[in-house]
């Protein structure tokens, strides 16, 4: 069973929307702090977002470069979580994996690849 | 924000023989909980991350004991006693001791 399952990636265009998911499985969902972290073609990885339980306050955070346009949010009852993105940029192309990065243990998703071009 | 930096971003190694990779972050990474949020990922070719050490050293289930995690505070080490073939990749280091999390640059392993 793989504890982290991303879906919704695809091709958009500049200036467009797409809502990704995350799939949990395994672990106990509602007490996890859950991270949405991106990987441009040939680079680094980079942390987007997070958002906290719902016991702990359920607040989100944002990286600088999407803060604004991206928004994180999550489904307890569902195990889900997502990540709305809106005015995409073709910086904004990338595999983006939902992680749980201070689990006990922490776990990563295989990720979903974004294309943002025209 | 804090600032993670990786030594070396490029290393060659023999195969059976030891490689280590050190990363420093530019402040703490003990939490309020006692914890310290520093974490080793490895990334093969054309594979999603894997974590391989979370908490400077716990070994994450099927990371061979090959691997090791060490350090406190600041500094940190990722050792791998007998360098396989299948070790080859990118290794990271993270930390989720502060928001905006982040990541060292990144160190490339490869097999001389």
């Known amino acids: 069973e793989v504890p982290l399952v991303e879906s919704g990636g695809g091709l958009v265009k500049p200036g467009g929307s797409l809502r990704l998911s995350c799939a949990a499985s395994g672990f106990t969902f509602s007490r996890a702090w859950m991270s949405w972290v991106r990987q441009a073609p040939g680079k680094g990885l980079e942390w987007v977002g997070r958002?906290?339980?719902?016991?702990?306050?359920?607040?989100?955070d944002y990286a600088a470069p999407v803060k604004g346009r991206f928004t994180i949010s999550r489904d307890d009852s569902r195990n889900t979580l997502y990540l709305q993105m809106n005015s995409l940029q073709p910086e904004d192309t990338a595999v983006y994996y939902c992680?749980?990065?201070?689990?006990?243990?922490?776990?990563w998703g295989q990720g979903t690849l974004v294309t943002v071009s025209s | 924000d804090i600032v993670m930096t990786q030594t070396p971003l490029s290393s060659l190694v023999t195969l059976g023989q030891p490689a280590s990779i050190s990363c420093r972050s530019s402040?703490?990474?003990?939490?309020?909980?006692?914890?310290?949020?520093l974490n080793w990922l490895q990334q093969r070719p054309g594979q999603p991350p894997r974590v391989l050490i979370y908490k400077i050293s716990n070994r994450f289930s099927g990371v061979p004991d090959r691997f090791s995690g060490s350090g406190a505070g600041t500094d940190f080490t990722l050792k791998i006693s007998r360098v396989e073939a299948e070790d080859v990749g990118v290794y990271y280091c993270m930390q989720s001791a502060q928001f905006p999390y982040s990541f060292g640059q990144g160190t490339n392993l490869e097999i001389k």
């Open positions: 992680t749980t990065p201070g689990g006990n243990p922490p776990y």
């Open positions: 402040q703490s990474l003990v939490r309020s909980d006692g914890n310290t949020y």
């Open positions: 958002v906290k339980s719902k016991t702990d306050g359920g607040t989100t």
